[in-house]
């Protein structure tokens, strides 16, 4: 068996089971209740898995091709497959009842995503490109025709559509605020790391710790403090400072992104060789010429894939500033969790994935402009 036919044997067990045992859907008499497990296509989904790992056993012309085509008809199919199943069960029960989607959509979708994402490896990236923007097209084009209403997740984000997007915009701003804060400080503490050796050690040492302390834990730790300096100059909790709310949730995640800033700072200064260096002074250039000409653009692929971690990381670690009435999207994590309604759980929980994989792939396309215009 070839190395490259084993991801495609891996996951298409993956998906084989996940369409043999745990439920495609569950049907739920409301939104709080659990329901009954459903599968009503076992056999044609575990068929398409077994069909796409024997295209590997045999040797013909297009078999990655079609494969890729298997999986990218599994991204796009399986939603669709839910949302029609999901409007013939409720044309027949009571209007509050709701249809989840199950571990065997969930499982078998990622796989789906995996394969593709596997298929395509090596080949040229404008395929690449277009069969991702074809299958995001294809799933917003039935979303919007209204394929997908009668879900459970479709409703829940119909029936909090306001309160979803305020959550979403607050937690776009912690994460930019968060952002620009880390890069304005952590630079130059960075710069100042690179030029100090002896002091790169302590600095790192002390960001290292702090991020091994626990995020619900730092966010409690910063409220009595931050509550104090509310008290103690009234005029900071006129705006809005205080021991709860925005403020001690960019600094508890401003600690958390300083860390990545200062390592990669120091990475993209290390990175420009000394050749370049040494000419620009011989060029007369100044500390700050020196700084500003040569290493900022010389080091800025690397400093900016630490600014992509540092985004990502952020917006992941943002959805616990909840608790602490930051508000963002991990409100409708916590507040499902407390209410029992794991439709409001699972629509704030992929609404922060897709967030995050949106800025990844942002900054991967601001580092590929990055390079090649280098």
């Known amino acids: 068996m070839k190395a490259a036919a084993l991801p495609v044997f891996v996951l298409a067990f993956v998906g084989m089971v996940a369409a043999s045992l745990p439920a495609f ?17 076992v056999g044609s989904m575990a068929g398409a898995w077994l069909f796409a790992a024997a295209c590997m056993l045999l040797a013909f012309p297009g078999r990655r091709v079609l494969v890729a085509a298997l999986a990218w008809a599994g991204l796009v199919g399986l939603p669709l497959l839910a949302g029609t199943d999901a409007r013939l069960i409720l044309a027949h029960a009571s209007p509050f009842a709701r249809v989840q989607l199950g571990a065997g959509f969930w499982v078998q979708w990622l796989a789906a995503a995996l394969l593709l994402l596997d298929r395509l490896r090596g080949m040229h990236r404008a395929v690449q490109a277009g069969a991702w923007l074809a299958a995001f097209a294809a799933v917003v084009l039935a979303f919007a025709t209204g394929a997908f209403d009668s879900l459970a997740l479709v409703r829940e984000w119909q029936a909090q559509r306001a309160p979803f997007a305020a959550a979403a915009v607050a937690h776009l701003r912690l994460a ?37 302390v626990p995020s619900l834990a730092l966010f409690a730790l910063l409220i009595a403090p931050f509550a104090w300096l509310a008290r103690a100059w009234p005029a900071l909790g006129a705006l809005g400072f205080g021991g709860t709310g ?24 290390d990175a420009v060789p ?47 500033a909840a608790l602490i009435g930051a508000g963002g999207l991990g409100r409708f994590v916590f507040l499902g969790i407390g209410q029992g309604a794991m439709d409001m759980v699972t629509l704030g929980t992929l609404a922060i994935i897709v967030m995050a994989l949106a800025v990844d792939l942002l900054f991967q396309g601001l580092l590929a402009l990055t390079e090649r215009r280098a």
């Open 176 to 212: 930019a605020i968060t952002l620009a804060l880390a890069l304005a400080i952590g630079a130059p503490l960075g710069w100042w790391a690179w030029r100090r050796r002896r002091g790169d050690g302590v600095l790192v040492g002390v960001l290292a710790f702090l991020q091994t």
């Open 246 to 269: 925005a403020a001690p949730a960019v600094f508890a995640l401003l600690l958390y992104a300083l860390l990545p800033v200062v390592r990669y700072t120091v990475a993209g200064l």
């Open 25 to 41: 859907l569950h049907v739920a008499p409301n939104r709080l209740l659990s329901g009954d497990a459903l599968s009503p296509h």
């Open 274 to 320: 000394g050749d370049a260096r040494e000419a620009a002074r011989g060029l007369g250039m100044s500390r700050s010429q020196l700084l500003l000409r040569v290493q900022l653009p010389l080091g800025w692929p690397v400093l900016l894939a630490g600014l992509r971690i540092v985004a990502v990381q952020t917006i992941g670690l943002a959805a616990v």
